[in-house]
T-cell receptor
Framework: SAVISQKPSRDICQRGTSLTIQCQVD?????MFWYRQQPGQSLTLIAT?????????ESGFVIDKFPISRPNLTFSTLTVSNMSPEDSSIYLC???????????FGNGTRLTVT | AQKITQTQPGMFVQEKEAVTLDCTYD???????LFWYKQPSSGEMIFLIY??????QNATEGRYSLNFQKARKSANLVISASQLGDSAMYFC????????????FGKGTKLSVKP
């Protein structure tokens, strides 16, 4: 198991601004991922956060909009840039400890853009 | 085509009864894993149960069991003796062998347990 601390837990932001979400894990993990959950929807993978290199983005997500860092094996950040109301979602950090283990999730960041 | 299909947007069950939540999947990868998560209104993602594609027996975890029918590509979650606290969204998810370990999620089923 892993203890994941995700900050902030929620925020209300103005259109055009940026928000950086932090994800800290209490132990080294194999992989870290960022998911988005739009209101009433399922989870969609934004990107895989790669340690020491550029993140791998899924179709429909780009680095300019969602820059991601992972400077070490226990920490990652996701920035939501130039926000619009359509970015209002829950953003979830998740980690993989070993291949046959489930993904462990942070408690999420509830973002509202006005 | 959707990789994970959950056809029941919402389900009702009487307290203490059993309920089955449906999940079908689509993959050509011979190695994969299937997962079920519970998401209460608080928003946290709670892992419930896992089934590997090569597992011979259906997975069980307490009141949760997974009815794995490989030929039909289905992995239904069975919750026995439902409790009021089981009311939540339930997501089926798959990890393909060729992936980086991420999960692909279905749209979810909202389960409501009636007293």
């Amino acid at each position: 198991s892993a203890v994941i601390s995700q900050k902030p837990s929620r925020d209300i932001c103005q259109r055009g601004t940026s928000l950086t979400i932090q994800c800290q894990v209490d132990s080294q993990v194999t992989m870290m991922f960022w998911y988005r959950q739009q209101p009433g929807q399922s989870l969609t993978l934004i990107a895989t956060a790669n340690q020491g290199s550029e993140a791998t983005y899924e179709s429909g997500f780009v680095i300019d909009k969602f820059p991601i860092s992972r400077p070490n094996l226990t920490f990652s950040t996701l920035t939501v840039s130039n926000m619009s109301p359509e970015d209002s979602s829950i953003y979830l950090c998740s980690v993989l400890i070993s291949w046959d283990s489930p993904l462990h999730f942070g408690n999420g960041t509830r973002l509202t853009v006005t | 085509a959707q990789k994970i299909t959950q056809t029941q947007p919402g389900m009702f069950v009487q307290e203490k009864e059993a309920v089955t939540l449906d999940c079908t999947y689509d993959t050509s990868d011979p190695s994969y894993g299937l997962f079920w998560y519970k998401q209460p209104s608080s928003g946290e993602m709670i892992f419930l149960i896992y089934q590997g594609s090569y597992d011979q027996q259906n997975a069980t975890e307490g009141r949760y069991s997974l009815n794995f029918q490989k030929a039909r590509k289905s992995a239904n979650l069975v919750i026995s003796a439902s409790q009021l606290g089981d009311s939540a969204m339930y997501f089926c998810a798959m990890r393909e062998g060729g992936s980086q370990g991420n999960l692909i999620f279905g749209k979810g089923t909202k389960l409501s347990v009636k007293p």
